[in-house]
Nanobody, 119 residues
Framework: QVQFVESGGGMVQPGGSLTLSCTAS????????MDWYLQAPGTQRELVAS???????NYTDSVKGRFTISRDNAKRTVYLQMNSLKPEDTAVYYC?????????????WGRGTQVIVSS
C-alpha cells in the first residue's frame, strides 16, 4: 500500500514563499499522475495542481502563475513551490496519486502539511 508523507508547511507572511514536499512509499511512483490538494477550514478538499506521468502540468485558476508543481521520480517525491502567498492560501495541503484511468486519490490520504499565511 502506498503511503504519502507531506512536509514543508509553516507560517509565512503574505507575499512569502514555501516549498512543499510529498514523498511516497512503494514502487511504481512514475506510473501515476500526482496531484496536490488543499483543504481550508470548514471546506472540502480541492485540487490545486497536477503533474502527469507524461510531464504535463495543470493548475487551478487561483494559483496559476504563483504555484509550480514538479516531481522527482527517483526520489518518489512531488513538490509544490508556492510564491506570492495570500491569506486565502491558508489550508492543509495533501498529495495523492491519479491512476491511468484518471481516477483521483487512489491511495489513502497522508496527514498533510499545514500552511498558514498571515501577517
Amino acid at each position: 500500500q502506498v503511503q504519502f508523507v507531506e512536509s514543508g508547511g509553516g507560517m509565512v507572511q503574505p507575499g512569502g514563499s514555501l516549498t512543499l514536499s510529498c514523498t511516497a512509499s512503494g514502487a511504481y511512483f512514475e506510473f501515476y499522475d500526482m496531484d496536490w490538494y488543499l483543504q481550508a477550514p470548514g471546506t472540502q478538499r480541492e485540487l490545486v495542481a497536477s503533474f502527469s506521468r507524461f510531464y504535463t502540468t495543470n493548475y487551478t485558476d487561483s494559483v496559476k502563475g504563483r504555484f509550480t508543481i514538479s516531481r522527482d521520480n527517483a526520489k518518489r517525491t512531488v513538490y509544490l513551490q508556492m510564491n506570492s502567498l495570500k491569506p486565502e492560501d491558508t489550508a492543509v495541503y495533501y498529495c495523492n496519486a491519479r491512476d491511468f484511468r484518471g481516477t483521483p486519490a487512489v491511495f489513502p490520504w497522508g496527514r498533510g502539511t499545514q500552511v498558514i499565511v498571515s501577517s
